[in-house]
């Protein structure tokens, strides 16, 4: 079995540390180096519904892609519900690591795996000086409507489900699509001559505008949905990686929604 030293030095590989944005917060959280790691449990979120089902599977780490400490913190105390994190996975001999931005412009990323999740072909970066998402081709042209179908068919089902903002008729060729928070990234979406441009956490003002601005398609998922598809991806790799060294590692993604937004409900009329 391999230590965690090894694992971790293997995914810091596959994600640089060093490639994350300043602001953020990579890397190992808690697990002694020298551990030997059987199991490994991908997830987005490091909150305790994973922590308890990583205990229940056996698991020796958890790999997240959001942080657990992203601003960071003075005390682990259980009391808090990210300390009663912390605690739980060193009861129970867990290690946590974190891939966040680092795994957003890595080569293949989260928009790589988003983008393989909708089963469209990508033909580059969004942002090519940091590799932020990707700009995608339909194998054959779509509207609107049916390209924002295709996602809510394909992607994880959460409450929100599927927003758009656009003609739902207008016909779709180019893509551009990015894991997370994108509205940002309107100007080199623009630039890039996409029809559309799928992502998360689009936000009224800058939707209005970039309406306004263009004929520019938006569809709007669920954060947790569209880096959803990073975990199988990244499980994926330490697997090919567990069998070039034959670590024989058991690695699982987990399936438990942890997108925050719990239901969903239509307004039945205008306003007053």
Same mark, same amino acid.
């Given at each position: ?5 090894? #694992?971790?030095?293997? @995914? ?5 540390? +060093?490639?994350?944005? !300043?602001?953020?917060?990579?890397? !190992? ?16 979120? %490091? ?5 308890? /089902? ?55 990323? #989260? ?14 970066? @969004?942002?090519? +000086? ?6 995608? /081709? @339909?194998?054959? %042209? +779509?509207?609107?409507? /049916? ?5 809510? +068919? ?13 003609? %739902? ?29 799928? !992502? ?39 697997? /090919? ?9 058991? #690695? ?18 205008? %306003?007053?």
């Amino acid at each position: 079995m391999p230590r965690l030293s090894e #694992v971790i030095a293997a @995914l810091d590989a596959l994600w640089p540390p +060093e490639r994350a944005e !300043t602001w953020d917060a990579v890397g !190992t959280v808690c697990g002694d180096p020298d551990a030997e790691v059987r199991r490994v449990l991908f997830a987005v979120d %490091p909150v305790q519904e994973i922590a308890d /089902e990583a205990i229940a599977l056996g698991a020796d780490l958890i790999v997240t892609h959001h942080p657990l400490y992203l601003r960071g913190t003075t005390t682990v105390a259980a009391g808090h519900f990210k300390g009663r994190v912390v605690h739980s996975l060193i009861k129970h001999d867990i290690a946590l690591h974190v891939a966040h931005t680092n795994a957003d412009t890595a080569d293949p990323g #989260v928009s790589d795996a988003l983008a393989g999740a909708l089963g469209i072909r990508v033909t580059g970066p @969004l942002v090519p +000086e940091n590799n932020l998402g990707r700009i995608c /081709e @339909l194998d054959r %042209p +779509e509207t609107l409507g /049916e390209f924002a179908a295709r996602a809510a +068919e394909r992607l994880p089902a959460t409450a929100q489900g599927i927003r758009v903002a656009g003609d %739902p008729g207008m016909t779709v060729r180019r893509v551009a699509v990015s894991g997370g928070s994108g509205d940002s990234l309107f100007d080199a979406v623009r630039a890039a001559g996409a029809d559309a441009f799928l !992502t998360a956490d689009l936000r009224h003002h800058p939707v209005s505008e970039a309406t306004q601005h263009s004929p520019l398609g938006l569809v709007d998922a669920a954060h947790w949905a569209t880096e959803w598809p990073w975990c199988e991806q990244a499980a994926a790799q330490l697997d /090919e990686i567990s069998d070039r060294h034959g670590w024989d590692l058991r #690695v699982h993604v987990s399936k438990t929604v942890t997108d925050p937004w719990s239901s969903h409900h239509t307004s039945p009329g205008a %306003p007053n």
